[in-house]
Nanobody
Framework: QVQLVESGGGSVQAGGSLRLSCAAS????????MAWFRQAPGKEREGVAA???????KYADYVKGRFTVSKDNAKNTLYLQMNSLIPEDTAMYYC????????????????????WGQGTQVTVSS
């Protein structure tokens, strides 16, 4: 079993920054693919950023240049640094992980991941 616990969410004004963390425990190691997703009320869950075992990253177009995903393998922790936040970034943010994600095009697809955290809320006011 893999457990994922997100933290770091909160309320900020537009233009501000937040850093989300996802602590992983259980049967998980640095070989896992990990990703951040978000879901706003009434909308589908969408991919934000992903990182593989080698540190290669992938970003959704709507966060490129503003968000940075990273991980600390020694701490089994995934991070999402969010800068220049806009109201449209308001959502519940989820951490996800899986041992196998086949194909670059699937890295930001929710169905590619079997393990999920409970989420942390991010609210950006104008």
């Amino acid at each position: 079993q893999v457990q994922l616990v997100e933290s770091g969410g909160g309320s900020v004004q537009a233009g501000g920054s937040l850093r989300l963390s996802c602590a992983a425990s259980g049967y998980i190691d640095s070989a896992y693919y990990m990703a951040w997703f978000r879901q706003a009320p009434g909308k589908e869950r969408e991919g934000v950023a992903a990182i593989d075992r080698s540190g290669t990253t992938k970003y959704a177009d709507y966060v490129k240049g503003r968000f940075t995903v990273s991980k600390d393998n020694a701490k089994n922790t995934l991070y999402l640094q969010m800068n220049s936040l806009i109201p449209e970034d308001t959502a519940m943010y989820y951490c996800a992980a899986d041992r196998r994600v086949s194909g670059w095009s699937l890295w930001l697809r929710a169905s590619s991941y079997n393990y999920w955290g409970q989420g942390t809320q991010v609210t950006v006011s104008s």
